[in-house]
């Protein structure tokens, strides 16, 4: 278990904390904190803030990723998904929401956005190596196995 410290920015105190929905839910729900309705047009995007910022253990991210209810009723997601939140940053959680719909859509206070979901960063260190072990895929990439 990590210990997560989360500090809820002035005058977002009558916001919920981020929060599993279900037992089984793997991310933590973050909810709007506009201080008035904001509408993201289709084909644009808005950031969102939350009111929220966190504090992890270096060995954890926190990616921000679209919720599926918003993605299939709206065609809301998140533009830049997943976003990554990094150990070291200390500023609000805002979420780019990207309107992939028809239709225009309202942000209001309080509304569930999107979701946080921690992952461990493995500690990695690059080798120089002057030639790469070799596989049958070699450099083919960018849907070189067909549709």
Request: no cysteine; charged share 20%.
């Amino acid at each position: 278990m990590y210990n997560v410290q989360i500090r809820q920015l002035p005058g977002n105190e009558d916001l919920p904390l981020p929060q599993q929905m279900s037992v089984g839910s793997s991310g933590f729900d973050l909810h709007a904190a506009v201080s008035e309705p904001v509408t993201i047009l289709p084909g644009k995007w808005k950031l969102i803030p939350t009111g929220i910022a966190i504090a992890m253990p270096h060995e954890l991210e926190a990616q921000v990723r679209p919720r599926s209810g918003l993605a299939l009723k709206h065609g809301l997601t998140v533009l830049n998904t997943p976003g990554t939140i990094d150990a070291d940053y200390r500023g609000e959680i805002g979420v780019i929401l990207l309107n992939l719909g028809e239709e225009s859509f309202t942000v209001e206070r309080g509304d569930r956005i999107a979701q946080l979901v921690f992952q461990q960063v493995p500690k990695v260190q690059f080798q120089v190596v002057e030639k790469l072990e070799q596989t049958v895929r070699g450099s083919g990439g960018f849907g070189h196995t067909g549709k």
